[in-house]
């Protein structure tokens, strides 16, 4: 199984900031990652998929990059509405495997 | 507009049975997989399964923490997705999605859909 080892696992920030969040996969995976947001009892809302496609009305400050085993989601500029957990999945190979989680709060 | 709505949920003892439900509107329903993830409380995300489409045979992938107690299907002239889940443990308890993934339109609708969920309580 190919495990996400995602980091950090919680980090706090304040309004404006610039924020990367890594997940790095046990194996290249090639592009195929998406990235999720989650907001306490809401569903998550997929914001990138193939590592680096904006998914469309995400706003423009969140991007993706990377390829193989090593990805970033990065904001910005942090704005209030973005203070939720953020997870990503790898859909390379089966099972499919989400990291654990960045939980990013406020400062 | 792309709807997906589970239902099914509910309090279960260990060892017991149930059959939830995701009704599947605003989208051809038959063209896509289709997978089931859950979330315990307070926890991440864990895929549970997959089930593919006609022209892949419907078949099936699944999370090793449930294969073998775990049943997903599907029946195209309701748009609907269902999972079985048998001998079912605490550590099943959750809320549990379903979201589409793939068909002709590839990567950009994998996993741009999800249901509200439904809660399975697993205790005695």
């Known amino acids: 199984d190919i495990q996400m080892t995602q980091s950090p696992s919680a980090m706090s920030a304040s309004v404006g900031d610039r924020v990367s969040i890594t997940c790095r996969a046990s194996?290249?995976?090639?592009?195929?990652l998406v990235w999720f947001q989650q907001k306490p009892g809401k569903v998550p809302q997929r914001l990138i998929y193939?590592?680096?496609t904006l998914q469309s009305g995400v706003p423009s400050r969140f991007s993706g990059t990377g390829s193989g085993t090593d990805f970033t989601l990065t904001i910005s500029c942090l704005q209030p509405e973005d203070f939720a957990t953020y997870y990503c999945?790898?859909?390379?190979?089966?099972?499919?495997?989400f990291g654990g989680g960045t939980k990013v709060e406020i400062k | 507009e792309v709807q997906l709505v589970e239902s099914g949920g509910g309090l279960v003892q260990p060892g017991g049975s149930l059959r939830l439900s995701c009704a599947a509107s605003?989208?051809?329903?038959?063209?896509?997989?289709m997978d089931w993830v859950r979330q315990a409380p307070g926890k991440g995300l864990e895929w549970v399964g997959r089930?593919?489409?006609?022209?892949?045979?419907?078949?099936?992938e699944y999370a090793a923490s449930v294969k073998g107690r775990f049943t997903i299907s599907r029946d195209d002239s309701k748009n609907s997705l269902f999972l079985q889940m048998n001998s079912l443990k605490t550590e099943d308890t959750a809320v549990y999605y379903c979201?589409?993934?793939?068909?002709?339109?590839?990567?950009?609708?994998?996993?741009?859909?999800w249901g509200p969920g439904t809660l399975v309580t697993v205790s005695s």
């Open positions: 999945l790898q859909y390379s190979s089966y099972p499919l495997t």
């Open positions: 089930i593919r489409n006609k022209g892949s045979s419907y078949s099936t």
């Open positions: 979201t589409r993934a793939y068909s002709s339109c590839g990567n950009k609708c994998n996993f741009d859909s």
């Open positions: 194996q290249g995976i090639s592009n195929s």
């Open positions: 605003g989208f051809t329903f038959s063209d896509h997989y």
């Open positions: 193939a590592a680096s």
